[in-house]
């Protein structure tokens, strides 16, 4: 894996900015006002991003198998990217990052090439103590303010985004199979079985980043599925969510108040 | 048959009369775009609608900055942050004439073009209800709801931050391009160039909020793309409110947790295999 370098001057001068007292967040007045409520005072609007030319891995028509060299590429980038959004938290001495999002941009000057990019904004506990993860850095969460404040309620705390990609090519169906499957019910076993093996390894790669980050659970897991620039065959299956780990000994949850709401 | 109708003077007299206040305000109806909830959410702090207002400006870009060159690109920076000064001034002015202290719920229009930036905010003027003129009306593109809850925290937005910044897209060579074509490999000329791009147009959006005395931006957002008449030209816009505490100290709000008993809507979207 390449090592990000260091982030770009222009970056370093926006920040230094940041440290002397404004704040800029892309959270919405609900999400800032939610964020205060948890303990925690926005810093600064971080990013990360890298433009990644992804390679090319020759695939068999009637084979299913997972393409190690874009699976390597879409972590790769993803992770230079979120890298430099956490080097860019660490500067402005942030406690964690909320609100992450991950996007993957196409230009039309740059076949082949995608950015990859990840912001977010830089949080720090009012209180002065520390909230960073298990590795020392800034923790990273893909929550909204929303979600944020309601976990802090119950007494987890967030570690760390975590996420796990694999490119896989299904096999197309032979002529035979197609024609033998004519007017019939039938299962097509390659198929499922290709889209099970890449969910499964997805999904186990996510866990293994939140093992190391010793969380224990995941939430707001998501699977996505992208086919991005590689034909209806070759598809991307990212999950995503944020690992936590239990903080606190007993919390009183608040009773949540019935309601029902009269407009549409 | 009728006097043939002099447009230029017709045009001459609607553009006067854009500077001056229509009416005496205090005697005249309300107009306002906000809903009949943040109408009685604005009654509750004891703020009250005033008029719709609207401040638009256009400045031109110079000829040929859009042809092929390297880095930023800073005639058309330069437009695009005096347009939105320009606009956000005119609005302001129109918001002191009827009276107003600010501007919520500001739509921001940007248009760029090849030869001008074109910009354009409306919003609705508000006011304490008895309350004093102020010295400078604030213009911010959060809804009525928005200040509300800010103000009830102990917060007021103070103006509109604003940066913009274009750079042309770098270019590889040839060999560069053949030699890569079935790598993975990091573009980093590309990378540092979208960076910086990105990098500068939130840092006039810093500075812009510095100027104004502000605390915070709350409510960034940011749009990037190609400008769809020259492609190798990448244009990055930030913009958010401004704000600043005016309390002594941030107010809390103590959240309730509620448990909405409507039926959740339930969607169920299959892909197909093609």
């Known amino acids: 894996m390449t090592q990000p370098q260091d982030l770009p001057k222009e970056a370093g001068h926006r920040l230094e900015e940041l440290e002397h007292g404004l704040f800029t967040s892309d959270l919405s007045v609900n999400e800032f006002l939610l964020i205060k409520e948890a303990g925690f005072h926005p810093l600064g609007f971080v990013m990360g991003s890298s433009i990644y030319h992804t390679g090319i891995q020759a695939r068999r028509w009637s084979k299913s198998q997972e393409l190690t060299k874009l699976t390597e590429a879409m972590y790769n980038a993803r992770e230079l990217a979120m890298t430099r959004m956490e080097e860019e938290a660490d500067q402005l001495g942030a406690d964690g990052v909320v609100g992450v999002r991950l996007d993957v941009n196409y230009y039309e000057w740059g076949r082949d090439a995608a950015e990859f990019i990840a912001v977010g904004t830089a949080v720090k506990a009012e209180d002065g103590t520390s909230h960073r993860n298990k590795l020392g850095k800034p923790f990273t969460s893909d929550l909204s303010g929303q979600d944020f404040w309601t976990i802090m309620q119950t007494g987890y705390v967030p570690q760390g985004l975590v996420m796990g990609t694999c490119v896989f090519h299904i096999a197309h169906r032979g002529i035979g199979q197609t024609l033998g499957t004519v007017g019939q019910n039938v299962e097509l076993p390659n198929f499922t079985q290709a889209l099970y093996e890449a969910r499964e390894l997805a999904m186990t790669r996510m866990q293994d980043e939140a093992n190391t980050l010793e969380a224990t659970g995941i939430v707001g897991v998501r699977l996505e599925e992208k086919s991005h620039q590689w034909g209806s065959h070759t598809i991307e299956f990212l999950s995503l969510g944020t690992a936590v780990t239990k903080s606190a000994g007993d919390v009183t949850l608040p009773k949540p108040i019935t309601v029902i709401s009269l407009d549409n | ?274």
């Open chain 2, 1 to 274: 048959m009728t006097e043939p109708i002099d447009l230029r003077a017709e045009m001459r007299l609607a553009a006067d009369s854009l500077g001056k206040p229509a009416h005496d305000p205090p005697s005249r109806a309300v107009t306002s775009d906000l809903s009949v909830d943040e109408g009685l959410l604005l009654h509750s702090i004891g703020w009250e609608a005033v008029d719709v207002v609207f401040g638009a400006s256009v400045v031109s870009i110079p000829p040929m900055v859009w042809t092929w060159g390297s880095g930023e690109i800073a005639p058309a920076s330069d437009a695009h942050n005096q347009a939105v000064r320009g606009a956000a001034k005119t609005l302001g002015e129109q918001c002191s004439h009827v009276r107003g202290h600010g501007v919520v719920g500001v739509r921001v229009e940007v248009d760029v073009q090849r030869h001008h930036v074109d910009v354009e905010l409306t919003g609705t003027a508000v006011r304490p209800v008895r309350g004093k003129d102020p010295n400078r009306a604030f213009v911010s593109d959060l809804s009525a709801r928005d200040f509300t809850l800010l103000h009830n925290a102990g917060w007021a937005p103070i103006g509109l931050a604003f940066g913009a910044s274009f750079v042309y897209a770098p270019r590889r060579s040839m060999g560069t391009t053949m030699r890569q074509s079935s790598q993975n490999v990091e573009l980093t000329n590309f990378t540092e160039a979208m960076y910086a791009a990105r990098e500068a147009g939130m840092e006039h959006m810093q500075r812009s909020a510095l100027d104004m005395g502000a605390q915070g931006i709350v409510a960034v957002r940011v749009s990037e793309g190609p400008m769809w008449f020259a492609n190798h030209a990448i244009g990055f816009t930030a913009w958010g409110t401004a704000v600043r505490l005016e309390a002594e100290s941030h107010q809390y709000l103590r959240p309730e947790v509620i448990l909405p008993l409507d039926d959740a809507v339930v969607e169920f979207e299959a892909q197909s295999l093609r």
